[in-house]
């Protein structure tokens, strides 16, 4: 199982190419039951996820992983995570989980790494930038002194970098860095376009970060992964999009999504503490909000394929039109 493939929210290939007036784009890969065998899943390869960012370890957290196993669910990738993990990582292992975190000083005990598959350190850029973005001097030494014992711990080590105008020109650094430190993933995180023009990007810096990772790719891969969440919008004629709830969003307040974190609290399914089960949370918004879901979906596939702007970030795109959406809706 690949368990450092992009969010089950991205665009996946598809054989035949999809019309942008297809109302049924979306509708068709959708089921209206959940629940796949568990050795099935894992025989194929399928990855069912459980994001949780930030939310502290408690009962409520464990039983709702313990529910979603039942349904398939077999990865449970963590962000925003503290201290706490060692729990939840040791119960989710046992429920057959494969664990996974995304992290940028959070302490990792050897207790903890026991029970960690992969592993993904967030890398600012060159020691004096990564220390001025951390506000933390020495952090990237740190970082530095971390990154052995991780490799020995876990079955896979990956590096994300959050792009800025001026990245670019480090790209084959942290290709070569990631490569050093024999890591297998090397993630390029960015904004949409309304977002880097706040940034004070240009067309030009994009399409130069977006050129500059094919060129890396041919000489990276297959020992190192390159990956990047930006997509040129002509390519999504001949993409469709993955099964709802193939991932399942518990932010920091326990509320628990089908959709990417930072969506529309519309999108809300139910909350850990609530004593409903999972499967009936996902029923119910099948009922009343599945369509809702689907809109959302065709909305942000047509607005981009309408849109000036050549480079997109998917997952960033349905975030800002999940919030458009709500605001018609309630």
């Known amino acids: 199982m690949d368990t450092t493939s992009p969010s089950t929210h991205s665009p996946a290939s598809v054989s035949l190419p999809v019309s942008p007036d297809d109302d049924s784009r979306f509708d068709r890969t959708a089921s209206p039951s959940p629940a796949f065998p568990k050795e099935t899943l894992q025989q194929c390869g399928v990855s069912r996820v459980i994001h949780i960012h930030a939310c ?42 494969l664990n996974t975190l995304t992290t940028t000083d ?24 990564h220390d001025r973005l951390l506000r933390r001097r020495g952090a990237f030494a740190r970082m530095l002194r971390g990154i052995p014992i991780i490799s020995n711990s876990v079955d896979s ?22 490569m050093h430190h ?63 709830f193939n991932e399942l969003t518990i932010d920091e307040h326990g509320d628990i999504l089908p959709v990417p974190h930072g969506c529309s609290k519309f999108f809300r399914m139910g909350n850990i503490y609530a004593k409903e089960s999972l499967a009936t949370l996902i029923q119910r ?23 000036g702007d050549d480079l997109f970030n998917w997952t960033q795109q349905i975030v800002d039109a999940s919030h458009r959406l709500a605001t018609t809706i309630t």
Do not use: C
Not at 58 to 75: D, F, H, M, R, S
Not at 294 to 300: F, I, S
């Open 56 to 97: 502290p370890p408690a009962p409520a957290l464990i039983n709702i992983l313990e529910q979603a196993a039942a349904l398939g669910y077999n990865t449970l990738h963590l962000t925003g995570a503290d201290h706490r993990l060692e729990e939840l990582v040791t119960t989710s292992h046992t429920l057959g989980y």
């Open 106 to 129: 959070t302490p990792l005990t050897p207790r903890i790494l026991r029970h960690l598959d992969h592993v993904t350190l967030s890398i600012g850029g060159k020691p004096e930038t």
């Open 157 to 178: 080590l990956g590096f994300t970098h959050t792009l800025r105008p001026d990245s670019w020109q480090i790209l084959s650094w942290l290709t070569d860095f990631a």
């Open 182 to 244: 024999k890591a297998s993933r090397l993630q390029l995180s960015t904004h949409t376009p309304a977002h880097s023009r706040a940034m004070r990007w240009t067309d030009v810096d994009l399409y130069r970060i977006y050129i500059a990772h094919y060129y890396l790719k041919t000489f990276a891969e297959p020992e190192l992964l390159i990956r990047i969440d930006l997509h040129h919008r002509h390519s999504l004629i001949d993409k469709a999009f993955s099964t709802p």
């Open 285 to 307: 918004f099948m009922e009343e909000k599945h369509g809702y879901l689907m809109q959302l979906y065709n909305n942000t596939y047509r607005e981009i394929l309408g849109s």
